[in-house]
């Protein structure tokens, strides 16, 4: 089976990512692998000691003026966000460049299984229902890993935001081009002007329950665009969100896997 290329991607007016752009697989996988590694060593090796040197500084703060206190509280902030920062570009390049040696023919339906078994109890303390439906389907030259991470993203998202009560729905359909896994809820939603924007990277809503710093729907799309995909935000049927992870290339394997329609 060839190697399939790896694929970055350009941003859509329609929100979500969209016309992927061909690149050389194995030397670009392995510049942006470097890339990552050498980001992280070097920004996280500078940090560590701004960052120790800032605690020491807060603990002994009696002992320095009063007045150079906000500064001190503005270093330590600045730099923890740089290191989230850091650690959010080093992500983001990770799952955005698909290694070719690692892609395989998967059961998207077993995959979705499993991570919705992952997130039941959490579900279940916040008396939230998981339930899963559409159609069986395998895709082909997928990353698992990164199309795992890329669910498990939108999983916690959904249920971040989910009321007490209520269902997140994890749907897969399938045709002979594609293949999609829509993940919806029924919280409040997003404003429709909001949609493209909150797919790029160190982005958020207004909502305080979105932790710092936005890379969730970011981290998805990259790992969608990687694929040659993309992924679409709109509005659920119960007004809340609707995400939608589409792939190339879908097929319906003969049968379902063995499973409750609920997880």
Do not use: K, Y
Not at 142 to 167: H, M, Y
């Amino acid at each position: 089976m060839p190697e399939p290329a790896a694929r970055s991607a350009v941003e859509s007016s329609a929100g979500g990512v969209a016309a992927p752009v061909r690149w050389s697989p194995t030397p670009h996988h392995e510049f942006l692998a470097g890339l990552t590694e050498e980001v992280n060593h070097h920004l996280r090796t500078a940090l560590t000691p701004v960052l120790g040197h800032a605690e020491l500084l807060i603990e002994q703060q009696h002992r320095i003026p009063t007045d150079l206190h906000p500064s001190l509280t503005a270093v330590m902030r600045a730099g923890r966000r740089l290191n989230d920062v850091v650690l959010g570009i080093c992500e983001l390049l990770r799952m955005a460049c698909v290694d070719p040696s690692a892609v395989e023919t998967i059961n998207v339906w077993e995959l979705l299984s499993d991570e919705l078994a992952t997130h039941r109890a959490r579900a279940a303390r916040q008396l939230v229902r998981l339930a899963i439906g559409g159609d069986p389907v395998e895709a082909h030259g997928v990353d698992a890993e990164r199309l795992g991470r890329a669910v498990r993203e939108l999983l916690d998202n959904a249920l971040r935001f989910s009321p007490e009560r209520s269902t997140v729905r994890v749907t897969t359909t399938a045709a002979a081009e594609w293949i999609r896994i829509t993940v919806s809820d029924d919280g409040d939603g997003i404003d429709p002007a909001d949609h493209e924007r909150l797919v790029r990277p160190f982005e958020r809503g207004c909502d305080p329950r979105q932790p710092r710093p936005g890379l969730g729907l970011a981290l998805a799309s990259a790992v969608a665009a990687s694929h040659g995909g993309r992924l679409v935000l709109s509005e659920s049927s119960s007004g809340g969100l609707e995400v939608t992870l589409e792939l190339p290339g879908g097929v319906r394997p003969p049968a379902r896997a063995a499973g409750p329609p609920d997880a």
